[in-house]
């Protein structure tokens, strides 16, 4: 089956600094690629859809500049939080569904925790 | 917007017990309607889905109906395993395959040998 990796799988940084998670599918293609976050114990909210070869989509609230994604192949998407603060301490998921068929069906990455000290 | 609410958890039960997870909606337009699951330390796998009213999704021994009536999607399995042990999620998609979507806060389910 379709397969969708992160990259790393947690991370740890100071306050001030910036981190970039990479997604990427394993044995698809996708042109669009899904930004997720999830608190404990919350629902997974979507942050903004990732285009291949143009500029992404952001939900409502989310700030572009902070959370910069750049989905420069078909096989990799890339979320950067930029001068990360500790309430953007949580668990950072992707998704990414293949090219073909009139249907894109989601698959998921396994997340990344990401721990802003 | 869209939302979606399901029963907070955990939830536990026994080995062969008859599971319900509900699962409500509101959304604009005809969305399609999902269940997801994640095991510990995996991420998330469509478990079924339903794409218009009165389809029944079905997978591993769950089912779901999408009623619009009721605007529900509620998670039924006859007789749960161990292995069934897992964290839930109902989701819905309003527009097409290019949309993103909306999950409730997920259940977390226990299942005692």
């Known amino acids: 089956g379709a397969v969708v990796s992160q990259h790393p799988s947690w991370v740890i940084c100071k306050s001030g600094t910036s981190v970039k998670i990479e997604c990427r599918s394993l044995d698809f293609q996708a042109t669009t690629m899904f930004w997720y976050r999830q608190f404990p114990k919350q629902s997974l909210m979507l942050m903004a859809t990732?285009?291949?070869?143009?500029?992404?989509?952001?939900e409502q609230g989310v700030e572009k500049d902070k959370f910069l994604i750049n989905h420069a192949s078909l096989t990799l998407s890339t979320l950067t939080v930029t001068s990360a603060h500790p309430e953007d301490s949580s668990f950072y998921i992707c998704?990414?569904?293949?090219?073909?068929?009139?249907?894109?069906?989601?698959?998921f990455g396994p997340g990344t925790r990401l721990t802003v000290t | 917007g869209d939302s979606v609410t399901q029963m907070e958890g955990p939830v536990t039960l026994s080995e062969e017990a008859f599971l319900t997870i509900n699962c409500t909606y509101t959304a604009t337009g005809y969305p399609s309607l999902f269940w997801y699951v994640q095991y510990p330390g995996e991420g998330l796998q469509l478990l079924l889905k339903a794409t218009k009213a009165d389809d029944k999704g079905s997978n591993k021994g769950f089912e779901a109906t999408y009623r619009k009536e009721t605007t529900s999607f509620h998670l039924e399995k006859g007789s749960v395993q161990v292995s069934d042990s897992a964290v839930y999620f109902c989701a819905l998609r309003s527009g097409g395959g290019a949309d993103g979507l909306t999950f409730g806060k997920g259940t977390h389910l226990i299942i005692q040998p």
């Open positions: 998704s990414a569904g293949p090219q073909t068929g009139s249907w894109n069906e989601q698959y």
């Open positions: 990732s285009n291949e070869g143009s500029k992404a989509t952001y």
